[in-house]
């Protein structure tokens, strides 16, 4: 079965400063992972994903995320948050077009 | 480009009663999936169509159905509605079926059940 999980319900940072929200994941075979962010009364925005190839990748917005196979890990990062960043965000497994979600990490940036 | 649409955006019904949830994916689209998304549970997939026909199927019971027209338009129903399917209902579309490939969401329809 795959999974991902998300270990912090909330992440609070300071404007300015580094941002990172966790993810890790079980899956069989490769992983298609994906990060999505949820803005208020809003659907899912895609943000980026990793299929192979390079362990850093770059996405929307300024956000990148680096794949860790040995730790089984994706995390988000940016390098300078801004409140504008404050939403939820959800990292995802992709299996047969299937995808399955993290418990989603509310990240609150504050000025 | 338009995006994923969702009609209607919220909608308020009583137990018991049935519902009728449309979803219009972006030109070019042939996949559309749906989920399910509340508080307790988060998202959780429904079902995925891809030319008129239900590919993949997630963990719901048989009150929860879904059909795709030959426009990629779909539409999911749910049947003798309970409390807990009080819900933001996601429609989301992608370019092909095979492979990765990102899927884009609608605005969602927020489903109160009273």
């Known amino acids: 079965a795959q999974s991902v999980a998300q270990p912090e319900d909330q992440v609070n940072v300071a404007e300015g400063n580094p941002l990172t929200v966790k993810c890790t994941y079980s899956?069989?075979?490769?992983?298609?992972l994906f990060w999505y962010v949820q803005y208020p009364n809003r659907g899912l925005q895609f943000l980026l994903k990793y299929i192979t190839g390079d362990n850093l990748v770059k996405g929307s917005y300024g956000f990148e995320a680096e794949f860790n196979k040995s730790q089984t890990s994706f995390h988000l990062k940016k390098p300078s948050a801004l409140v504008s960043d404050s939403a939820l965000y959800f990292c995802a497994v992709n299996y047969g077009n299937m995808l399955t979600f993290g418990g989603g990490t509310r990240l609150m940036v504050k000025p | 480009k338009a995006g994923v649409t969702q009609t209607p955006r919220y909608l308020i019904k009583t137990r018991g009663q049935q519902v009728t949830l449309s979803c219009s994916p972006i030109s070019g689209h042939r996949s559309v999936s749906w989920y399910q998304q509340t508080p307790g549970q988060g998202l959780q997939f429904l079902f995925e169509y891809f030319s008129e026909t239900q590919r993949n199927k997630g963990n719901f019971p048989g009150r929860f159905s879904g059909r795709q027209f030959s426009n990629s338009r779909s539409e999911m129903n749910v049947s003798t509605l309970e409390l807990g399917d009080s819900a933001l209902y996601l429609c989301a579309s992608s370019l092909l079926v095979e492979g990765p490939y990102e899927q884009y969401f609608g605005p969602g329809t927020r489903l109160t059940v009273t």
């Open positions: 899956v069989s075979g490769n992983p298609y």
